[in-house]
């Protein structure tokens, strides 16, 4: 592969990444003027956001046979379809409910892109290039929640927030154009997949009967649970428990999200010396470690906001190296139902990452130790599954040990 069309490939399958980020955090700037425009409350406008989350994690289960069964393309067309008929719906809408469901099935459109980028990386490229190439695609998703917002701001504020979904509308066609005409499908439909419920639910349990995969995507997920935890809980954590600003709070969560990226970035470098397998229990340990110190000190009181930004700093950076390692080692398993076994990974990564989430709302808020316990118990179970996997491994391997013939 010549390095423009490895450049070109990284292009598209970074900006069917990215859709997803833009159509969750594009439109928040807007919610006091949806909700004017609509005639309801920002809370009632909240409810779009919880249904383009449920129509997401469906979307991870729902795409995954049909990936696999039909090809690559014909079903990221399809989504991608229904995505921008969904955000011209949201461009005319005139009431909330409508607006509501309208979410949903963007969100259900929109999610054959992440899907398909993530089975794709598995399909075009070489096991041994999966994880740098998986790190590049989380330097996408760690800078999409940047921009998103921001820009989004900016256009709501000079043409109105139907210009919003406009804009997702474009990336929506630009997306499909891109795929249709540049992106390669290398992946023959396997027509001996059944779409009926039994069969499909009996792929997705192989899926997760294969060690590797049920090992690292859920350690991966766990670990990734901290993130949400802490977008959930950063806004009470900066502006109602240290005071700081709306603009302030703005650049601290910047600042944070770079610890992500250059974790992600920091990755591609790591791999040159090290395995995949060597760089996430290496992170996964020290994400584990550092939210046990966050735990130990926001119980004495011992941190302030500097002490808080540095730790969730290198939080971050463990989890930014920990992420796209997890995800290679989940894929690497898989060609042939590759699309299932990303959606599989998906679908645990929104499920337990939202579980996680929702305990805060189980917690009195107006202290940090809720999220950072949540935190260290996520990082933990990880770090304990992939000790596990390690353990079974080497009792494999060493017919000696006690308990193995």
């Keep these: 592969m010549t390095q423009k069309k490895y450049l070109s490939l990284i292009l598209i399958l970074g900006s069917l990444v990215a859709l997803g980020p833009f159509s969750i955090d594009m439109y928040l700037p807007g919610f006091k003027a949806i ?18 989350f449920i129509g997401l994690s469906a979307g991870q289960l729902l795409y995954g046979p049909l990936l696999d069964r039909f090809g690559r393309k014909k079903p990221l067309y399809v989504g991608l379809a229904v995505y921008v008929l969904a955000s011209a719906g949201c461009v005319l809408v005139k009431d909330i409910d409508t607006f509501i469901w309208l979410r949903f099935l963007q969100a259900l459109g929109g999610c054959s892109a992440g899907v398909a980028a993530i089975a794709m990386v598995r399909d075009l490229f070489p096991v041994k290039d999966n994880a740098k190439v998986f790190s590049l695609l989380m330097l996408v998703l760690g800078v999409s929640p940047m921009i998103a917002p921001t820009v989004g701001g900016y256009v709501t504020v000079a043409f109105g927030w139907h210009a919003v979904f406009l804009i997702l509308l474009v990336l929506g066609l630009i997306n499909l154009a891109a795929s249709w005409l540049w992106l390669p499908e290398v992946y023959k439909a396997d027509t001996s997949m059944s779409l009926k ?3 499909i639910i ?3 349990l192989a899926v997760l009967r294969e060690p590797q995969f049920s090992t690292y995507a859920i ?3 766990l670990a990734f649970a901290g993130l949400f935890v802490y977008v959930t809980s950063s806004p ?3 502006m109602s428990i240290f005071n700081v600003g709306e603009k302030t709070y703005g650049w601290i969560f910047a600042l944070l999200s770079v610890g992500f990226i250059g974790g992600s970035q920091v990755n591609t470098l790591l791999l040159k010396k090290f395995k995949s397998e060597q760089l996430i229990y290496a992170a996964l340990s020290g994400q584990a470690a550092t939210a046990i110190i966050f735990l130990a000190g926001s119980i004495g009181g011992w941190f302030g906001l500097t002490e808080t930004i540095l730790l969730l700093f290198i939080f971050l950076s463990c989890l930014g190296i920990t992420n796209p390692n997890a995800a290679a080692l989940s894929m690497a398993p898989f060609s042939r139902n590759a699309g299932s076994a990303s959606s599989m990974m ?7 990452g939202a579980f996680a989430s929702a305990c805060i709302g189980f917690f009195e808020q107006q202290t940090v130790l809720p999220m950072v316990s949540i935190m260290a118990a996520t990082s933990l179970l990880g770090l304990g599954v992939l000790a596990r996997f390690r353990a079974s491994q080497r009792a494999a391997n060493d017919p000696g040990l006690p308990g193995c013939s």
């Design 35 to 52: 909700a004017r425009d609509l005639l309801t409350t920002e809370s009632r406008v909240s409810w779009s956001l919880s249904s383009y």
């Design 346 to 352: 998906g679908a645990l990564q929104m499920g337990l």
């Design 219 to 221: 350690a991966g997920a």
């Design 236 to 238: 009470v954590l900066f």
């Design 197 to 199: 419920p039994k069969p």
């Design 202 to 204: 009996s792929n997705f």
